[in-house]
């Protein structure tokens, strides 16, 4: 018996939630690198035979064809512990040995995932598609609800209303980001997670840039709600497959500045902390009455810099011991003014010091001027920043 045909309906709906976000922890759980080897096979695991007991679903087994003529078969065990679901899986392959984590039980997990939450997709239209009249008593219970759509207006509108009360409850669904700086390039994905009754949030499963685009309901969370404008600004721009295609991780890390939702790709349990940076000058004795002038951020001098004619620039610097990122943006005008000290660095004798230091406190000032690139919407017009 196939898994399209599996009579789920002696789950409840809470079982089947419950269920859909075992196998999707098991299966995130994988590491990252078999993951992607395992996307390859997604479209060799076959139909899915389920496992019973006096008790109920116990797991699935199914086969994936992988290197050799006769398929792996991957047994997919579905167990309780403290009232919680718990998922794993094991291969016949050689790899996996019948222990270890291998591509076929990253595909078998995926598709068994991708399975379960259609059948869970198609029981929530049922129950919504019919409304009834709540009593009064329970309309008026629903005023939470109300304050999130007024907190969502007023977030879009760029203010924050004052708490009444103690700390928010936590969010049933949130996006965390995933920052990867091993690799040649900076990386971040979205990943979304759901909140368990029990407390706690499951691993989260991949989100695409444009299921973000379009789902509404995440904007609701600042920090998401900074990146898909941050999009949408590329998008009227460039239309929206450039948008997508031409927005630098280094953007989106601009816009993370102050998120709580930002951790390691390679540590998906550790906070990241991204701070904002701003470009400083600073002078250093050379020879006797003698001060070089240089730039700095994040306590690194601005060297090698690109050039780029008339474009600014994301300046992005790692500090993995304290487990933060300093993200900063370099207007085009301060991107020239290092180049040239980078080339020809300015020493000053004594004579020129009282101009220079007149000059500094400008400078600071200068650096301080666009926090951001500057933008334009067709539909406001704004000039690019002034202050400097």
Known sequence: MSVDVLDLQELETEELESLVDAVLAARDGIDVRIQQRGKRYRKAVGPFSPCADAEGLVGFVVDVQGSQRRPYQVSIGVHRRRRQRVVDAVCSCPFSDGEDDCKHTWAALDRLAGHLDRELSARRPSSAARPRRQPAGKRTRDWEGGLQHLDRFLSEAGLQPTPGSDAPEEPSVRVVWRVNTRGQRLQIDAY???????GGYTPGRHLSWERLLRTEALWEQPDVLAVVLAFKHRTYELGMFWGLQRLDPSEILLELAGSPHVVWADQVKQPVTVIRGEVEARLAPREPDLLELALFFADRPLTHLPRRAGQGMVLVAEDRPTNSLT??????????????????????????????????ELLERAFRGCPRPPRASPRTPTPGCTSC
């Open 192 to 198: 979304e997670q759901t909140r368990r009754k029990q």
């Open 327 to 360: 993200v900063g943006y370099l207007e085009p005008e301060v991107l020239e003014l290092a180049q040239r000290f980078e080339a020809s660095p300015p020493v000053f004798p004594p004579q020129a010091h009282p101009e220079l230091f007149a000059r500094l």
